[in-house]
């Protein structure tokens, strides 16, 4: 995916949303996306899921003390690492925990045909290449079963990012911050394109999804990313913005996060 993988120990827990509630809890605690994510997982009701690229491992921690078989696989060796850490500790007072994590090299799942009720891939697709995110969802629908769901997470839309920020730009401007026009520059690092190589937008989700045969793909977005609290510091501005939004109401502009759900 990366000739020199970028995601390091020091990635995962200092760059990596939600690493302050990660090390703060041990994994138990999911910040607001991945709580966000997991409510998702729950509502498919699987017996059996994916955490494609587990990251750190605790939406797959919180999945497993969810009495369901969970599964986190990632091409990173530290991310395996802190993940087995979390398990490890957890499994003390959860010995019946089914939990596993697994170091892939690449695109291919070590997993028998029609194995998982439910795949997620969290904050992935951004950081594949276009020829990787179909290798990577080609063996997906192998391995789900027959009606299984596919769960995708990115942020941020590219649409939002290139053009909605300018919105908030505006606003700023207008309330006296000196905004730099080129907001991008300004995110914090885990944002930045050293990771996200490969920003997404609803469309482009949707047409990877029915490529690699998916079907009833439903998409939702979710609007005011916490970066945006990084750039204008304060509610009354989030609250202009949802007031305009009343008025011009294009979730592509407003919205950072898109999640989409699809069947086999």
Known sequence: MHDINPYTRDYFLNECEGYKTFLSSKGLKLSRRLLKIYQKVIELKPKRVLDFGCGRGELALNLGLSWIETYGVDISDD????????????????????????????????????????????????????????????????????????????????????????????????????????????????????????????????????KSGFRNIQIEFWKNPHYVYYFLKDDKYIKKLNFIYKFLPIKHLFFADIFAIGKK
């Open 79 to 210: 991310a395996i690492f802190i993940s087995n850490e979390i398990k490890n500790y957890w499994i003390k007072t959860n010995p019946d925990l089914k939990l596993n994590f697994i170091k892939i090299g690449g695109n291919k799942l070590p997993f028998e045909d029609n194995f998982f009720d439910t795949v997620v891939m969290s904050d992935v697709i951004e950081h594949l290449r276009d020829d990787e995110i179909l290798k990577v969802l080609s063996e997906i629908i192998r391995v789900l079963k027959k009606n299984g769901n596919i769960l995708i997470h990115t942020s941020p839309n590219k649409i939002f990012i290139n053009f909605g920020l300018k919105i908030y730009w505006i606003v700023g401007f207008l309330d006296g911050i000196k905004l730099q026009f080129s907001m991008k520059d300004k995110l914090p690092d885990g944002l930045k394109d050293k990771y996200h190589i490969n920003e997404q937008t609803s469309f482009s989700i949707k047409r990877y999804l029915k």
